[in-house]
C-alpha cells in the first residue's frame, strides 16, 4: 500500500493530463459513434478527484455518481479496461455491460458509477457502516453532484452517517449546474455546505479547482477520521467545460462565464505552482502529456480490438443471487463473490 506522502504531485499533475486527454479522446470516439448510450465528461473538475485520491489509502473506499472516468482511473483502473468500458467491450471495468455510467473496480475499491442522482449516497453510507463494523481504520469518500442535494435518499444517508458517527466523507462536487438548471434555482441554501450542518456534520468550503488545496483538506479531514470515526461534509467549489452530456450545447450559460472559470484550469494551476518552485520544466509537462496522449491513443486500440461480450451475458448482473426465480448453480466462471446471478439463471 503506498503512504500518502509519497503520491509525488507531478505524478498527481500527470493523473490529471490522463484524464483530461481520456475524456477529450471519448468525446472524439462517442461522435464517430464508437461509444453508444449516454456520455458525461468531468473535463474542468479534475482538481476534485485527484487531490482527493492524492489523500487517501489504496484500501480506502469510494463510490461516486455518473460522471464516473476520472474516479475509475484516479483508483487506478486502467486507460484500456475504461475505454472497452466505454466501447461497450467485454474487457470493459464492467465487461462492457456498464458503459460510462456505471465504471465499477472491486479491485480498487471503487464502488461505482451509479446513474440515478443521489442513490449511491446511502450506498456509501453502507460501506462507511461496513468499515466500523468490521473495527478498521478506512475511510469511504462518497462524490455526488450539486443536484444530489435535495433528494430524500441524500438526507437519510446524512442523518444515519451522524447517528452511527460513520467515517464517511461526502464531498460535493459543485458545478454550480445540474443538468442545465442552476443551483441557485435548485437550492434554497445560501451555500450547499450549510447542508451538513443541519445534521451536525462538519463541513467546509474548498476551492475544487486548486489540486493542493482538495488534498489538504480531505487528508486533515481523514487523518481526523481514521484517529475517531466520524462523518466529513466538503463542498468543493468547481465547473464542468463541458455541457451536461454529450447531447447538451450548454446554453443555458454564457461563453465569458465558461472563460473565467477556464482561466483558474486545474491543470494549469498547478503545472504553475511546480514550475515556479522548479519541480517541472516545460520539457517535463510536454514529456508527461505526450505519455498521457499515448496510453489513451493506445487504449482506444484496445478497445477497438476487444470482443463483445457474448450475447447469452445480456441479462447478467441484472439481479443479485438468491432474487432469480429458479436454483440453478451460478456459472462456473463467475468471480467469487460478485453476488451476482448469470443470464442463464435469469431466463
Ligand atoms: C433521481 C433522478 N432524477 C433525475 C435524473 C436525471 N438527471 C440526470 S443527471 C441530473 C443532474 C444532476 O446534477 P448534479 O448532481 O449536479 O451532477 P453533475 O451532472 O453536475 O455532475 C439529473 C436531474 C436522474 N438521473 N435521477
Ligand atoms: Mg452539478
Known amino acids: 500500500m503506498q503512504p500518502v506522502e509519497q503520491r509525488d504531485e507531478v505524478e498527481m499533475l500527470s493523473l490529471m493530463l490522463l484524464i483530461r486527454r481520456f475524456e477529450e479522446r471519448a468525446s472524439q470516439q462517442y461522435q464517430a459513434q464508437k461509444i453508444g448510450g449516454f456520455c458525461h465528461l468531468y473535463i474542468g ?11 487517501i489509502r489504496d484500501d480506502d473506499y469510494i463510490i461516486t455518481a455518473y460522471r464516473d472516468h476520472a474516479h475509475a482511473l484516479a483508483r487506478g483502473t486502467s486507460a484500456d479496461a475504461c475505454m472497452a468500458e466505454l466501447f461497450g467491450k467485454v474487457t470493459g471495468c464492467s ?11 472491486k479491485k480498487h475499491h471503487m464502488y461505482g ?18 468499515i466500523k463494523y468490521r473495527g478498521e481504520d478506512r475511510v469511504t469518500l462518497c462524490f455526488f453532484g450539486d443536484g444530489a442535494i435535495n433528494q430524500g435518499s441524500f438526507h ?7 447517528l452511527y458517527k460513520l467515517p464517511i466523507v461526502f464531498i460535493c462536487e459543485n458545478n454550480l449546474f445540474a443538468m442545465g438548471t442552476s443551483v441557485k434555482r435548485s437550492t434554497s441554501l445560501r451555500q450547499i455546505v450549510d447542508r451538513a450542518e443541519g445534521y451536525d456534520i462538519p463541513g467546509e468550503i474548498v476551492d475544487g479547482m486548486n489540486f493542493r488545496e482538495v488534498r489538504d483538506k ?5 487523518d481526523s477520521i481514521r484517529k475517531e470515526a466520524h462523518p466529513a461534509f466538503l463542498e468543493m467549489r468547481t465547473y464542468r467545460y463541458r455541457g451536461h452530456s454529450m447531447s447538451d450545447p450548454a446554453s443555458y450559460r454564457t461563453k465569458q462565464e465558461l472563460e473565467k472559470y477556464r482561466l483558474d484550469d486545474p491543470i494549469t494551476r498547478l503545472r504553475a505552482q511546480l514550475t515556479r518552485e ?10 508527461l502529456d505526450k505519455r498521457a496522449k499515448e496510453t489513451v491513443l493506445a487504449s482506444v486500440k484496445f478497445a477497438e ?12 448482473y441484472t439481479y ?4 432469480a426465480a429458479d436454483d440453478s448453480p451460478a456459472k462456473s466462471d463467475e468471480p467469487e463473490g460478485d453476488g451476482v446471478a448469470s443470464g442463464e439463471e435469469r431466463r
Open 113 to 130: 458509477g451509479h446513474a440515478i442522482v443521489a442513490a449511491h449516497v446511502p450506498l456509501g453510507v453502507g460501506l462507511a457502516f461496513a
Open 218 to 222: 480531505v487528508a486533515e479531514i481523514v
Open 320 to 323: 443479485a443471487n438468491g432474487a
Open 278 to 287: 522548479g519541480k517541472l520544466t516545460n520539457e517535463q509537462f510536454d514529456l
Open 305 to 316: 480490438k476487444s470482443p463483445q461480450p457474448p450475447l447469452d451475458t445480456l441479462y447478467d
Open 156 to 162: 437519510e444517508a446524512l442523518n444515519l452517517a451522524a
Open 95 to 105: 465487461r462492457g455491460l456498464g458503459g460510462s455510467m456505471h465504471f465499477f473496480d
Open 45 to 55: 473538475q479534475e482538481a476534485v478527484v485527484t487531490g482527493a485520491i492524492a489523500a
